[in-house]
C-alpha cells in the first residue's frame, strides 16, 4: 500500500468506532480465519505434575461453573517448543465458543463454512445473568484459591485476577474480551467477547492457541490463525497490519521472542514492524510501559539473535532516541558480561537490563537526560557520557588513595559500564583494582575511639580517620588494634603541637 493511503487508512482506524475498528482488523487480517482442531492431550502429559494437576483441576472448576476454561499463549507455545514456562493464561469464555462474533467475521465465516464451525450460542438465563454482574471469574478465581490455599487478587474493572501458586507458578485469568484502541500506543477499552475474537486480538499466531482444560474436550486445542504452521514453520506473524500502532509493546515481545527461539519475522511482518518503528508515533506510550519490556528483552544476556535484530531494527525508536549499533558495541557486551559474571558470584545482585540497555542508549544523552525514570537508572544509562572526561586521568599510574578519591562517587554500575566501554588496559586495570580491592577497605576503628582516647569533638577527628584510612589503603595496619595504635600516635602529635 503506498504510503499517503497507508497513513489514511491509519487515520480512519483510529477515529473509527470501536465496531467499525475491529472490522478493519478483519479487513486486514494477515491471518485466514480457519479452525483447525488437533488433540494434544499426550503432549500436555509431559508437562510438570504441578501444572498438570492445576490445569485438571482448573478444567473441572470450568464445568461446575459452566463455563469454557482455555489455556492461552506462552505456556501453549512453548510446550510444543519443549521450553518450561511456569506463567499460565487461562482465558474464561462463555459456554460454547464465540457467541458475540462481530458481524464481519460472522461474514468470514460463511465465507469458510467447514473453518469456524458455528454451534451458535447456549442460552443459559442463569450464567448470562451471573456474567452481567460479572462475577464469573471472581467466583472460579475463589475457588481455584480454596483448592490451592492460595492467595488470589481480582480486578473487576478489567476483569482480570492472578493466582500464585507454590513453587513459582503464576497464574493470570482473565475473561474472554475485544479491545480496541483509541491511538496507537494507547492502552485498550476491553469489552466481553468469545474465544475467537480474544485469540484474534493476541500479538503473535504462535501466541493465539487456545487449549480446552474443561473434561469433555480435555486437550484439544483451538487454532483459528494457522499458528500451528508457524510453530512449524518457525515463523512470527501478526494478525492484523495494525497490531503494532495498536500496542507498540508487541514490537519488543517479537524481537524477545524471536532472540530466544531464533524463529524469523515473517516477511509483512516484518515490514509492517519496521514501518511502525520508522513511521509510528510513540508520544502517547507511557516510558513505563515501554521500558518493563526492555527490562524482559535484556534480562539476560544480549545473544547473537538478538543483536542481529538489533542491527536490523531500529528498535530505539520506541524511545523516541536515536542510537545506532556503534562498532565494538558486541565486544563491549562480552565484557559487560564477564564482569557481571564475576561480580555476581560475590552476590553482587543489581539490575543487570540496566546496564545491557545502558551500552545500547548511552550516547543519546540529552534525551535520556529529560526522562523521569528512577535517579540510580538514569545516572547508569549516563554514565558513559558522564565520566568520559574521567578516562584519561584513569589511563595514568594513580597511587590509592588518588584512585579511591575519583572513583569513590561512581556506583558499581556506572563502573561497570566504564569499564565496558574502556578500550585501554590501564583503564580497566585501574577500575578493578578499586572495584576487587580498595573499595572493601575501610576502617575498624570510629570517632569514638579517638574521643576515647583524650581528643576534643571537631575537624581534627577526621583528619585523623582520614590518615589512618590512607595507610590502610596503603596495604598497612591490617588489624584494629594497629589502627588503634597508629590513630593514638597520630593523637599525641596533635595533643603535642598544641601544648
Ligand atoms: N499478549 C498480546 N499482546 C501483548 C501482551 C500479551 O497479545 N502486548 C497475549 C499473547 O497471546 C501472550 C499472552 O497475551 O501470549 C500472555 O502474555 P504474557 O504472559 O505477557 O506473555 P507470554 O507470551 O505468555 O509469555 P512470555 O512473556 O514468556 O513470552
Known sequence: MENSSRKEL???????????????????????????????????????????????IAG??????????????????????????RDLDIVLAPGPEAPELNPDLERRKEAHPPGLGNRGQVSNPELEKRKEKGDILENYLRELADVFQAEY???????TGNLLL???????????????????????????????????????????????LNRVEWGCLLDYFQGLEDLQEASLRVLHSFSFLDDPTRIVRGIRLAAKTAFSFARETSVLLQEALTGGDFSHLS??????????LFASPVNSNLFSLLQQYPLFNLLNLE??????????????????????????????????LALF???????????????????????????????????????????????????????LILLARSRNKEVEENILRYLRKLKNIGLEITGKDLLANGLEPGPVIGEILARVYRQRLKGKLSSRTEQLAYAR?????VKGKKE
Open 10 to 56: 491509519l487515520a480512519a482506524y483510529y477515529a473509527a468506532t470501536p465496531e467499525d475498528q475491529s472490522k478493519y482488523r478483519y479487513q486486514y487480517s494477515l491471518v485466514e480465519i480457519k479452525k483447525r482442531e488437533e488433540d494434544i492431550s499426550s503432549l500436555l502429559a509431559r508437562l510438570p505434575g504441578d501444572v498438570l494437576n492445576f490445569l485438571e
Open 60 to 85: 473441572e472448576l470450568a464445568d461446575k461453573q459452566e463455563v469454557k476454561a482455555y489455556l492461552i499463549g506462552g505456556m501453549v507455545r512453548d510446550l510444543f517448543l519443549g521450553l518450561e514456562n
Open 153 to 159: 487478587s481480582y480486578n473487576s474493572k478489567f476483569r
Open 166 to 212: 507454590p513453587a513459582g507458578l503464576n497464574v493470570d485469568l482473565a475473561e474472554a474480551r475485544r479491545e480496541f484502541y483509541q491511538y496507537s500506543g494507547a492502552l485498550p477499552e476491553v469489552e466481553a467477547a468469545g474465544i475467537i475474537e480474544d485469540l484474534f486480538r493476541r500479538d503473535y499466531t504462535i501466541n493465539s492457541l487456545a487449549l480446552v
Open 287 to 296: 516510558l513505563e510501559r515501554i521500558l518493563k519490556e526492555f527490562e524482559f
Open 323 to 356: 542510537v545506532g549499533i556503534r562498532e565494538g558495541l558486541e565486544e563491549e557486551l562480552e565484557k559487560l558480561e564477564s564482569y557481571l559474571a564475576e561480580f555476581r558470584e560475590k552476590n553482587y545482585n543489581r539490575e543487570e537490563w540496566v546496564l545491557r
Open 361 to 415: 542508549i548511552g550516547d543519546a544523552g540529552e534525551e535520556l537526560k529529560k526522562w523521569q525514570v528512577r535517579t540510580d537508572y538514569k545516572e547508569i544509562f549516563l554514565a558513559y557520557e558522564s565520566y568520559q572526561s574521567l578516562l584519561p586521568e584513569l589511563a595514568q599510574p594513580l597511587a590509592a588513595d588518588e584512585l579511591v578519591e575519583k572513583l569513590k562517587p561512581l556506583q558499581d554500575e556506572e563502573l
Open 489 to 493: 600516635s597520630l593523637v599525641r602529635e
